[in-house]
Structures are given as structure tokens and as C-alpha cells.
């Protein structure tokens, strides 16, 4: 099947700096990338949708500028949390469908990143 | 929100068959029921999908009730691997939310 690269797969920071998390199709291409956050012992959260050359759609009570996506190319996705806190602490996932637009596509997901600010 | 209802949680013995239940009383006429997997600290695993009609591959069998309010994966023969949080997803167009899931949990 298709393959969703995601890196890193955990990083540490300090408290109030950036950490960049890149999301990559590697044999596919992905014009649409979702991304999740997923706390301990809970289910994903759907926090944005990436469109290719466009804006991202965020969910309701998700913050634009405290979590910026980009969406540069059809096979990147990057999601950047600013000014990182301690409650930004979490596993953030990707995602992307094999076949955008379609509903019976398959979405297939990246290993997933556990971010810890200390 | 999530479209979909499942049990929390659920036990079952190896080799034997694993039958997870899921509603989606709400499901619109063009959406279709995916079923995925996550084993801890991983990213999810597709595992099947369907719109109306019964579907099986080699990982599992999904069977959608013909008003397709509910339906259940089957896993036949459950082995400890197979433990895991499984998510009833009903996908609409460029949507892809999961519920809370049935943690299922494999037994010797």
C-alpha cells in the first residue's frame, strides 16, 4: 500500500520555541493531508485539513497561528507548532487519501510524532 | 463530531473469532464505513472498508446491516497482535473523524 513518511517520530524542546513536523507521500500524490492530536489514552482528534497551493482548513477551537500548515507540494505536508508549552505536549499524526475526492479512498497514516515540551 | 457509537472495550481468546459492533444510525446514503486499527503509539492501519455490501480481505470480514445503521468487523481468528484500539469510522467528503473506538484486547 501506500506509504506516509513522517518525521521526526519524537522530539524534546524548550518551552516557547518551534518544532516543525514534516509529513511526506512517498509513492503517491497527496493534494489533500490531514492532521491529527492524539493525548494519552484518548482518541485522534482531527485538527486540520492541508490542501496543496491553498489554505488549511482548521477545526473549530484549533489555533491558525499556533499551529501553522503548510502545504507546499503534493507530496509535503509540514505543521509547525509556534511557541511550543507544555500543553502542546502530545502525538501528532498525519494522514493522506490515496485518491483525493473520492470517499471510498483509502487514507493511510504516518508513524506519528510524540511532541514533549518541557 | 464522530458519526459512530462503539463498545469501550472488549475481550476475546486467541483463534478464536473477534466481532466488533459499531452504529452509525446517521450514515448518509453516499458514505462509506472504514475500519482502522491502532496499536499503541502508532500511527492508525487501514484495515477494510464498505459501502453496502459485505466485504472481506485478508485481514478481516466487515458485514453492514441492509439498513446500514450498524456494522461489525470480524476478525476470524484473533491472534495476540491483533490487540489493539479499533476505530468505526463513517467518511464523508474530505472528512475523516474518529470516534472514541473499542479497545480490544486478545487473551492466550
Known amino acids: 500500500g501506500a506509504v506516509v513518511s513522517q518525521h521526526p517520530s519524537w522530539v524534546i524542546c524548550k518551552s516557547g520555541t518551534s518544532v516543525k513536523i514534516e509529513c511526506r507521500s512517498l509513492?503517491?500524490?497527496?493534494?489533500?493531508m490531514f492532521w491529527y492530536r492524539q493525548f494519552p489514552k484518548q482518541s485522534l482528534m482531527l485538527m486540520a485539513t492541508?490542501?496543496?497551493?491553498?489554505?488549511?482548513?482548521?477545526e473549530q477551537g484549533v489555533e491558525k497561528d499556533k499551529f501553522l500548515i503548510n502545504h507546499a507540494s503534493l507530496t509535503l505536508s509540514t505543521l509547525t507548532v509556534t511557541s511550543a508549552h507544555p500543553e502542546d505536549s502530545s502525538f501528532y499524526i498525519c494522514?493522506?487519501?490515496?485518491?483525493?475526492?473520492?470517499?471510498?479512498?483509502?487514507?493511510?497514516f504516518g508513524s506519528g510524532t510524540q511532541l514533549s515540551v518541557l | 463530531d464522530a458519526k459512530t457509537t462503539q463498545p469501550p472495550s472488549m475481550d476475546c481468546a486467541e483463534g478464536r473469532a473477534a466481532n466488533l459492533p459499531c452504529n452509525h444510525s446517521?450514515?448518509?446514503?453516499?458514505?462509506?464505513v472504514y475500519w482502522y486499527r491502532q496499536i499503541h503509539s502508532q500511527g492508525p492501519q487501514y484495515i477494510i472498508h464498505?459501502?453496502?455490501n459485505n466485504e472481506t480481505n485478508e485481514m478481516a470480514s466487515l458485514i453492514i446491516t441492509e439498513d446500514r445503521k450498524s456494522s461489525t468487523l470480524i476478525l476470524p481468528h484473533a491472534t495476540l497482535r491483533d490487540t489493539a484500539v479499533y476505530y468505526c469510522i463513517v467518511r464523508g467528503y474530505n472528512d475523516m473523524r474518529f470516534g472514541a473506538g473499542t479497545r480490544l484486547t486478545v487473551k492466550p
Open positions: 464498505g459501502l453496502k
Open positions: 492541508s490542501n496543496e497551493g491553498s489554505k488549511a482548513t482548521y
Open positions: 494522514s493522506a487519501p490515496d485518491r483525493a475526492g473520492a470517499t471510498n479512498e483509502k487514507l493511510f
Open positions: 446517521t450514515i448518509s446514503g453516499n458514505e462509506y
Open positions: 509513492d503517491f500524490q497527496a493534494t489533500t
